[in-house]
């Protein structure tokens, strides 16, 4: 049985709200919001609630491949070099952010975002 969060609870509720098929009970909640964000329903935190945003219009796509690597912080520098020397045949480093150590209880994990540009865009 999927854990009752807010998120869940307003899941379900928008989904029969507006008559949209969750199939068999009980469903995930990755199954739950997979269906409405097919539906065109995004969660909204700050409203606490899924909120229909399909007719909205687009912004164009980037063009920039974004990375997040994340790894235990003696590691993280070592995985991204790695990333971006197997990236770079068909895209440029951009942009490499120094490694943001994480919060308790993950602060023996760190980050480092990486952006891309396609080399055909350059």
């Known amino acids: 049985m999927p854990k009752a969060t807010r998120k869940y609870l307003a899941a379900v509720g928008t989904a029969v709200g507006n008559k949209i098929s969750l199939g068999n009970n009980p469903v995930e909640a ?3 919001y997979a269906v409405l964000n097919k539906a065109g329903f995004q969660w ?3 409203q606490g609630k899924w909120i229909q945003l399909s007719a909205e219009p ?3 796509a980037t063009e920039l ?3 997040r690597v994340w790894a235990e912080t003696k590691e993280v520098d070592l995985a991204a070099d ?13 942009e490499r952010s120094e490694p943001y150590t ?21």
């Open 30 to 32: 990755d199954e739950v």
């Open 44 to 46: 909204d935190s700050d």
């Open 58 to 60: 687009a912004d164009p």
């Open 102 to 122: 994480c919060r308790p209880p993950k602060q023996l994990e760190s980050r480092i975002y990486l952006k891309f540009m396609p080399r055909r865009n350059l």
């Open 65 to 67: 491949v974004m990375i």
């Open 82 to 94: 790695r990333i971006i020397h197997n990236m770079e045949r068909a895209y440029k480093l951009v």
